[in-house]
């Protein structure tokens, strides 16, 4: 079984992405109860916001959500195809503005997960099954959910072409220098998005 993750690394600009897991076991025990849509729904208001605090032309039309929910947990990609930051560095500190527009409840590390936080990372592709290595199914495939009839690059994170505008100066994305220290400089590497296809023989 395979499925195709689009692999990130370096330090060209990228889409910001958040990727949310929030297991029904989870939400059932949040008081005040909250329902999977108003979850859901908070978490799209907060990287609307967030999107219009640090680049205030930013047009919400461009919202990608990309779902692989199943029973028992809600997990989503929220991206847009309207704006990039310049590095990885820069989407780990975008994510960190979002948790913090979210309720309490929903702050947490395991549901917000800031894979951004990282020198490199990867996500599945649109369309792309989750391989389940002990049943050996392919499970959980991402699924547009906005735009319903966007193409594959609309949900990657560093598509080839991408013209859309970088937003540098943000007063509200500052990277503190230790963080920015972290990862080797990858100048001389091509860092154009890579597919890597996960094969497990």
């Not at 991206?79 to 989407?91: D, E, Y």
């Amino acid at each position: 079984g395979h499925s195709l993750h689009e692999f990130i690394d370096g330090d060209e600009p990228l889409r910001p992405v958040i990727d949310f897991d929030l297991p029904i076991e989870t939400l059932n025990a949040i008081t005040p109860a909250l329902s999977g849509g108003q979850a859901k729904n908070s978490l799209c208001c907060a990287f609307r916001d967030t999107c219009l605090e640090i680049f205030p032309e930013w047009d919400k039309e461009t919202l990608t959500i990309a779902e692989s929910s199943d029973e028992k947990k809600i997990s989503l990609h929220v991206s847009t195809f309207g704006m990039r930051l310049p590095n990885i560095a820069q989407v780990a500190m975008f994510t960190e503005l979002v948790r913090k527009k979210l309720p309490t409840a929903l702050q947490g590390n395991s549901i917000i997960d800031n894979i951004a936080n990282k020198c490199s990372f990867s996500l599945r592709m649109l369309g792309s099954p989750k391989y389940n290595e002990k049943t050996g199914e392919h499970i959980h495939v991402k699924k547009a959910i906005r735009p319903k009839d966007g193409t594959i690059f609309d949900f990657m994170i560093r598509p080839p072409n991408d013209e859309s505008e970088v937003i540098k100066n943000s007063p509200l994305l500052v990277v503190p220098k230790a963080k920015m220290e972290g990862c080797p400089s990858t100048n001389n590497v091509t860092t154009d998005a890579e597919f890597e296809l996960h094969r497990r023989v």
